[in-house]
């Protein structure tokens, strides 16, 4: 296994926006029929909070704002009833809870069915990423043959002159060949082992000539390194991610992931009609929606 490094640049950043129903707009073009009547079962899958500061409880899916009380906003909730543990504090009462309901997109609303407190609940671990070389391991294995240049600057010099490709996709490291990659390390053992350029295989994705970059990235570095295909630019998908907001009312946030050619969005509800919508006007599998309410 070899541990994730991204470098700056490589993937693009979340994006917070605000949340609500999202329904697809563009320039001079009718937002699409917002979804009619109460959808079939959804939930939250996992706690979220709910508050309530005298204007009616909220299911807050977007951020929460860590003040006291917290500041949130969302869906409003019908058919509610504090239970389980909650704090109140100015006259504001919230709690985390794992809401199911049904949902009522044109009126924002969601009738709870079923809730359960948040208090106790074990949140799954989170899988740390891990990628390793688009390129096959060559004869003998990762090692580096010229030291010439495998500087911690030279491996800057590389990273900088890869991002100035017109065709440049994203970058990584691999750490396999590195051998504290083998060993079960604390975070700060893993920051003092880490980032050695002489056992990082530098990964560098262009959409273009892959032998023409990696030409051009030799008169830099002189290390480990894999050039690889990409399927799309990581300034394309930035550009994309920037016109979403306008594309899709809103958006909850989103994030280009140039590796796997992506765009992500998540919206608080979608009953597919965005997903396909965005598929018919930028191409199948270029933008992947999910939907903060899941359904049952």
Same mark, same amino acid.
């Given at each position: 296994?070899?541990r994730?490094?991204?470098f700056?640049?490589?993937?693009?950043g979340?994006?917070?926006?605000c949340?609500?129903c999202?329904?697809?707009?563009?320039?001079?073009?009718?937002?699409?029929p917002p979804?009619?009547?109460s959808?079939?079962?959804?939930?939250?899958?996992?706690?979220?909070?709910v508050?309530?500061?005298?204007s009616?409880?909220?299911?807050?899916?977007?951020?929460?704002a860590? /003040?006291?009380? #917290?500041?949130?906003? %969302?869906?409003?909730?019908?058919?509610? !009833?504090?239970a389980g543990?909650? &704090?109140?504090? *100015?006259?504001?009462?919230w709690?985390?809870?794992?809401?199911?309901?049904?949902y009522?997109?044109?009126a924002?609303?969601?009738?709870?069915?079923?809730?359960?407190?948040?208090?106790?609940?074990?949140?799954?671990?989170?899988?740390e990423?891990?990628?390793? /070389?688009a390129? #096959?391991?060559?004869? %003998?294995?990762?090692r580096v043959t010229? !030291?010439?240049?495998?500087?911690? &600057?030279?491996? *800057?010099a590389?990273?900088?002159l890869a991002?100035?490709?017109p065709?440049?996709?994203?970058?990584?490291?691999d750490?396999s060949?590195?051998?504290?990659?083998?060993?079960?390390?604390?975070?700060?053992?893993?920051?003092?082992?880490?980032?050695?350029?002489?056992?990082?295989?530098?990964?560098?994705?262009?959409?273009?000539?892959v032998a023409?970059?990696?030409?051009?990235l030799r008169t830099v570095?002189?290390?480990?390194?894999?050039?690889?295909?990409g399927?799309?630019?990581?300034?394309?998908?930035?550009?994309?991610q920037?016109?979403?907001?306008?594309?899709?009312?809103?958006?909850?946030n989103?994030?280009?992931d140039?590796?796997?050619?992506?765009?992500?969005?998540?919206?608080?509800y979608?009953?597919?009609?965005i997903?396909?919508?965005l598929?018919?006007?930028?191409?199948?599998?270029?933008?992947?929606?999910t939907?903060?309410?899941e359904?049952?």
């Amino acid at each position: 296994m070899s541990r994730l490094l991204t470098f700056a640049g490589g993937v693009a950043g979340l994006v917070l926006l605000c949340s609500a129903c999202a329904q697809l707009t563009g320039p001079g073009q009718p937002a699409l029929p917002p979804p009619t009547g109460s959808t079939g079962l959804v939930t939250t899958r996992h706690p979220v909070t709910v508050i309530d500061d005298g204007s009616g409880p909220e299911l807050c899916l977007g951020g929460v704002a860590e /003040s006291l009380p #917290p500041q949130c906003s %969302g869906p409003k909730v019908a058919g509610w !009833t504090w239970a389980g543990k909650f &704090e109140e504090s *100015d006259g504001v009462r919230w709690g985390d809870y794992i809401v199911t309901g049904r949902y009522d997109p044109e009126a924002d609303v969601l009738t709870a069915t079923e809730v359960r407190s948040g208090e106790g609940y074990v949140w799954p671990d989170s899988e740390e990423e891990t990628w390793t /070389s688009a390129c #096959p391991e060559p004869a %003998g294995g990762w090692r580096v043959t010229d !030291t010439s240049k495998v500087s911690e &600057e030279d491996l *800057d010099a590389a990273l900088n002159l890869a991002a100035s490709f017109p065709d440049y996709s994203t970058a990584w490291a691999d750490q396999s060949p590195n051998p504290a990659s083998r060993r079960s390390l604390s975070p700060g053992e893993q920051e003092r082992w880490f980032n050695d350029p002489l056992y990082t295989v530098l990964n560098i994705a262009v959409t273009g000539d892959v032998a023409a970059a990696e030409a051009k990235l030799r008169t830099v570095w002189s290390g480990m390194l894999c050039v690889s295909r990409g399927q799309r630019t990581e300034a394309e998908l930035m550009a994309l991610q920037e016109r979403l907001p306008s594309e899709v009312e809103g958006l909850a946030n989103s994030s280009a992931d140039p590796r796997a050619g992506v765009v992500k969005v998540q919206v608080l509800y979608d009953d597919g009609a965005i997903q396909r919508a965005l598929d018919e006007k930028f191409g199948a599998g270029l933008i992947v929606v999910t939907s903060m309410l899941e359904p049952v």
